[in-house]
């Protein structure tokens, strides 16, 4: 398995447009992650699906952000519209179940201008 | 809801000493707590983790010790080298919810 995939690496977007980051877990993991990590603030729990539906989604800072995973295979973070204090890396990460090794995916750098 | 803090925030040891590095949890339910690293521009990976049934685990020079009484768990590094310095954070996951410590950055001197 390549491991958990995202992308993409790296966007650079102005603010009020919509970005859209994506990821692929890990074949057979149920549980899947988003965090949003910066310096000030550390790892941040976004959003987290276990067999594809959305369990906690208490970490979304607010209503411009939406999670979805259509299939076990394909989830998306969506922030519309964008503004500069969303600048960060985003990772998401896949579990085979919650007591178990989480595999990141090598994040998306998104800065906002 | 579950509560993991994490400390030092830095740390700043000379090459062959020890590291601690100490987190405690507040749910009595956990029974998971495992640490990644994560170097410079790279994604976090799981290093050590062990589970509530046992007090301490060993994998070379990084071992990690479980107080269940007390709710905290320590990574310890010793023989310090170099490439040991990254970012360092626990987990304490409760049930399905991975949540992660705020973090230590441990920076080893040669």
């Known amino acids: 398995d390549a491991g958990v995939i995202q992308s993409p690496r790296h966007e650079v977007t102005e603010m009020g447009q919509e970005v859209t980051l994506r990821c692929k877990p890990i074949?057979?993991?149920?549980?899947l992650f988003w965090y949003r990590q910066t310096m000030m603030r550390g790892l941040e729990l976004l959003i987290y699906?276990?067999?594809?539906?959305?369990?906690?989604d208490s970490g979304m800072p607010e209503d411009r952000f939406s999670a979805k995973m259509p299939n076990a295979s394909f989830s998306t973070l969506k922030i519309q519209p964008s503004e500069p204090r969303d600048s960060a890396v985003y990772f998401c990460?896949?579990?085979?179940?919650?007591?178990?090794?989480?595999?990141f995916g090598q994040g998306t750098r998104l800065t906002v201008v | 809801g579950e509560n993991v803090e994490q400390h030092p925030s830095t740390l700043s040891v000379q090459e062959g000493d020890s590291a601690v590095i100490k987190c405690t949890y507040s749910?009595?339910?956990?029974?998971?707590f495992p640490w990644y690293k994560q170097e410079l521009g790279k994604r976090p990976q799981l290093i050590i983790d062990?589970?509530?049934?046992?007090g301490e685990k060993k994998d070379q020079r990084i071992a990690v010790t479980l107080n269940k009484t007390a709710k905290h768990f320590s990574l310890h590094i010793t023989e310090t080298q170099p490439e040991d310095s990254a970012v360092y954070f626990c987990?304490?996951?409760?049930?399905?919810?991975?949540?992660f410590g705020t973090g230590t950055r441990l920076q080893v001197f040669p």
């Open positions: 062990i589970r509530s049934n046992v």
């Open positions: 074949s057979g993991h149920n549980s």
């Open positions: 749910d009595s339910a956990s029974n998971y």
């Open positions: 990460a896949s579990t085979l179940q919650w007591n178990t090794e989480a595999f």
């Open positions: 987990a304490a996951p409760n049930t399905d919810k991975l949540i």
């Open positions: 699906f276990n067999n594809n539906v959305p369990i906690d």
